[in-house]
């Protein structure tokens, strides 16, 4: 089956640990998505990624970070200078930048 | 970008016509409205988007004023597996990439 496949689904880490989360599409989209989103709120753009080895910031990149060295693969990292990253993550990804968004399952990342 | 405005929660009966508005007055004439749902704990799902004309697809249908200012997703017979967060966003030229607000909670009610 083609989709986007978020890992793992549920997350915890310690404060202070770097962790990273893994999304992988079959679709082959060029352009891939992460977003954020807290309790009862909607989603907010971490970083974006229209093609290979190229990304650019979105709304909240502070505190995380990602690389796209595969057209599959978009892992982002989320670091200890993100000061709340307890959140539900978002990965997606379209035939290219601009065109309609398909999401995967996310991940919940819970920091103690 | 297009800003969007929707009522934070609407109810429905099961059976009857969900009609879910959107304002987008920022619109500018070649971005587009797309409309997704996220049924909690998921990811949000595609429903259909439009620039001009209405659309409709298997799930739903859009309408878009004239002046392309607002737009309406009806979903024709609501279910109770429509319960969702609803979100209208207008696509970022600059960007574009979607941005996302807090979108609408529909409940259907038995």
């Known amino acids: 089956d083609g989709g986007i496949t978020q890992s793992p689904k549920y997350l915890f880490r310690k404060e202070g640990q770097n962790v990273t989360l893994s999304c992988e599409q079959n679709?082959?989209?060029?352009?891939m998505y992460w977003y954020r989103q807290d309790p009862g709120q909607g989603l907010r753009l971490i970083y974006y990624?229209?093609?290979?080895?190229?990304?650019q910031k979105g709304d909240i990149a502070e505190g995380y970070s990602v690389s796209r060295e595969k057209k599959e693969s978009f892992p982002l990292t989320v670091t200890s200078a993100q000061k709340n990253p307890t959140a539900f993550y978002l990965c997606?990804?379209?035939?290219?930048?601009?065109?309609?968004?398909?999401f995967g399952e996310g991940s919940w990342l819970t920091v103690v | 970008d297009a800003k969007t405005t929707q009522p934070p929660s609407m109810d429905c009966a099961e059976g009857r016509a969900a009609n879910l508005p959107c304002n987008h007055s920022t619109i500018s004439g070649n971005e587009y409205v797309y409309w997704y749902r996220q049924i909690h704990s998921q990811g949000p799902q595609y429903i259909i988007h439009?620039?001009?004309n209405n659309e409709t697809n298997e799930m739903a249908s859009l309408i878009i004023t004239e002046d392309r200012k607002s737009s309406t997703l009806i979903l024709p017979h609501a279910t109770l597996r429509d319960t969702a967060v609803y979100y209208c966003i207008g696509e970022d030229m600059g960007r574009r990439a979607l941005t996302f607000g807090s979108g609408t909670r529909l409940q259907v009610q038995p």
């Open positions: 439009g620039l001009k």
């Open positions: 997606a990804s379209s035939t290219q930048i601009g065109n309609t968004i398909y």
């Open positions: 990624s229209q093609i290979v080895n190229d990304f």
């Open positions: 679709l082959n989209h060029d352009a």
